[in-house]
């Protein structure tokens, strides 16, 4: 019987080591996003479910909505979100839940922050309405914290 249990957990123990040196991922996500700024860049090749591949937002988030502006564009959007960290075993990610009006139409969507360090990560971006056509669409992109 005690020989069965160390053969569980001895591979528990050799992690220790690298968890030891190992930051947790939710210090590297910021606990509210209210003052903070980011840049955004979408992924990929353009095509019908990524009509914005390649383009880049600016985005600032405040207490009671965000405004962002694409890059090299006049165009201004402003909404309102949720954020939330979640975090479990494998690591932590930020979750926004966005509602906005997008050339007068309401668009819904959620975007998954998967942090690389404490600046830079990768989100995943799901539209579930959108005043951009498909409707439901998904694609990946990668985000900057801007810290002034």
Do not use: C
């Not at 030891?20 to 990929?44: E, N, S, Y």
């Not at 965000?66 to 930020?94: E, M, N, R, T």
């Not at 966005?98 to 690389?116: C, H, I, N, W």
């Amino acid at each position: 019987m005690r020989r069965s249990v160390l053969y569980l957990v001895w591979p528990l123990f050799s992690l220790l080591p690298v968890l030891a040196f190992t930051k947790p991922a939710h210090t590297l996500l910021p606990g509210m996003l209210q003052g903070q700024t980011f840049l955004f860049t979408v992924d990929g090749s353009s095509a019908p479910d990524n009509p914005n591949a390649g383009v880049s937002y600016l985005m600032h988030f405040t207490k009671h909505g965000y405004v962002y502006q694409v890059v090299g564009s006049d165009k201004i959007i402003k909404g309102h979100f949720h954020y939330h960290v979640h975090q479990d075993i494998l690591g932590a990610v930020g979750v926004i839940t966005a509602t906005e009006l997008f050339d007068g139409k309401p668009s819904s969507y959620q975007m998954v922050l998967v942090p690389r360090d404490k600046a830079t990560g990768m989100y995943l971006y799901k539209q579930i309405k959108g005043a951009i056509k498909p409707d439901v669409r998904m694609n990946s992109a990668h985000y900057t914290r801007i810290i002034f």
